[in-house]
């Protein structure tokens, strides 16, 4: 299996930063993508960020130029920057990896952490 913990989140006044970051471990064999996506109540969860292990990025568009994703492939940590926070960015925030471990092929969870934007 492959486990996987997140920290960083919290409460921020809007325009602050907040920085998240995702470990992964367990039987892992190989990381094809790790990334970041958002659930806010009411709503579906949406794809915030993702890196591929190549680097190939992509981001939603709320979130351009405000957020930014990065990995460290030896150390299966993947991290999200996000600059410039906005009340509307408020939401669960999961981690998500792609991955083949020794159980299985595919998609990886967090247990999510909660970002607010709030004043």
């Known amino acids: 299996q492959v486990h996987l913990v997140e920290s960083g989140g919290g409460l921020v006044q809007p325009g602050g930063s907040l920085r998240l970051s995702c470990a992964a471990s367990?039987?892992?064999?190989?990381?094809?993508?790790m990334g970041w996506y958002r659930q806010a109540p009411g709503n579906q969860r949406e794809l915030v960020a993702r890196?591929?292990?190549?680097?190939?990025?992509n981001y939603a568009d709320s979130v351009k130029g405000r957020f930014t994703v990065s990995s460290d492939n030896a150390k299966n940590t993947v991290h999200l920057q996000m600059d410039s926070l906005k009340p509307e960015d408020t939401a669960v925030y999961y981690c998500n990896v792609g991955a083949l471990s020794l159980v299985r092929g595919g998609d990886y969870w967090g247990q999510g952490t909660q970002v607010t934007v709030s004043s």
């Open positions: 890196i591929s292990t190549g680097g190939h990025t």
């Open positions: 367990g039987s892992i064999l190989n990381i094809y993508y």
